[in-house]
Structure formats: structure tokens, C-alpha cells
């Protein structure tokens, strides 16, 4: 009885172990970016399409003083991207020599840990993340991804990319 009632147990467990994960295929959603050192801020938005591959980015920010817009629309099956300045009101088309990479955490990532933000004392309070690290294309580099556990990328994201050049 002890044998079965541990057995159980241990499948719950390796049940509920974290898995890499993908966004949904249309999502949209804001970022912001900023320095210790305060020389740069931006706010922006985004609107990610994975079925016709193409990534929206429109931000505002300021560096060194200065305030800066950039809004870019990037169409991979093109391969063009479309630099879009509506105080000018023009657009440059540009090639888009990059390959379309999926918002996802990949099968190979390794889990760093497991934390919840926020408070744990009562059901819904919390938001339970998940830290990945894995390598980036063509040995491009490390990446650590923190996603929340539910939906992968709905709530929380942080994504931070190491150069391996020092």
C-alpha cells in the first residue's frame, strides 16, 4: 500500500515539473527598458503574429537627453521591414536579412528555477514564473527567459541576452 501511495505521489510530482513553452500565435502587449545609470528609458508596444511571421514594434524613449522614436514593421516571409517615422510621415522599406524567430522557450532550455511574485498566502495572489537558460542561434550567445508558468508569456517576461565576446 505504502509502494502504491508513493508511486502516485511521485507521478503528481514529475506531473507538475515546468516545460518549455510558446507564446500564442497573436499576442500584443508593452515593454519598457531602462538604465541604472538613467541615460536610457523607453516605453513601447508590440504586436507579435506568428502565423504570418511578422513583429510590430513601436517605441518612445529617450537617450542621453535626447527623446527618440522608432516604429518598425517587420514582415520575415518578405524578408522587408518598413521604418516608419510619423512626425516626418514617411516610411523606409528595408531588407530583412534575419530569420523569423518564435516567441518561445526552447525544447533544449534549461529550468533555473522556479519563484512567485508576489504573495503566496492565498490561491490567485502570486504569479508563478519560470526562469530558462539556454544558447542562442549560431553560438550567438546565452539567454536567461523568466515566463510566467500558466501561459508562458501572457503576464511576465524578461529576456536577457549575454555576449559571449566579454
Not at 516571409?77 to 516610411?91: L, P, S
Request: hydrophobic content about 40%.
Amino acid at each position: 500500500m505504502r509502494l502504491l501511495v508513493l508511486t502516485c505521489l511521485l507521478a503528481v510530482c514529475l506531473a507538475q515539473k515546468p516545460h518549455p513553452c510558446s507564446s500564442p500565435p497573436l499576442m500584443s502587449g508593452a515593454l519598457s527598458v531602462s538604465t541604472q545609470n538613467e541615460k536610457l528609458w523607453a516605453y513601447g508596444q508590440y504586436l507579435y503574429d506568428l502565423l504570418g511571421e511578422r513583429v510590430r514594434i513601436s517605441e518612445l524613449g529617450t537617450f542621453q537627453n535626447k527623446t527618440f522614436t522608432y516604429d518598425v514593421l517587420m514582415l520575415f516571409r518578405q524578408a522587408t521591414m518598413y521604418e516608419i517615422n510619423e512626425h516626418d510621415r514617411t516610411c523606409k522599406k528595408k531588407a530583412l536579412k534575419d530569420d523569423f524567430q518564435p516567441w518561445a522557450i526552447p525544447k533544449d532550455a534549461s529550468l533555473l528555477g522556479q519563484v512567485i511574485l508576489g504573495s503566496s498566502s492565498a490561491p490567485g495572489e502570486g504569479l508563478l514564473v519560470n526562469t530558462w537558460m539556454g544558447d542562442l542561434p549560431q553560438k550567438a550567445g546565452k539567454y536567461i527567459s523568466t515566463v510566467t508558468e500558466l501561459d508562458a508569456f501572457l503576464s511576465a517576461q524578461r529576456t536577457t541576452l549575454i555576449s559571449l565576446d566579454g
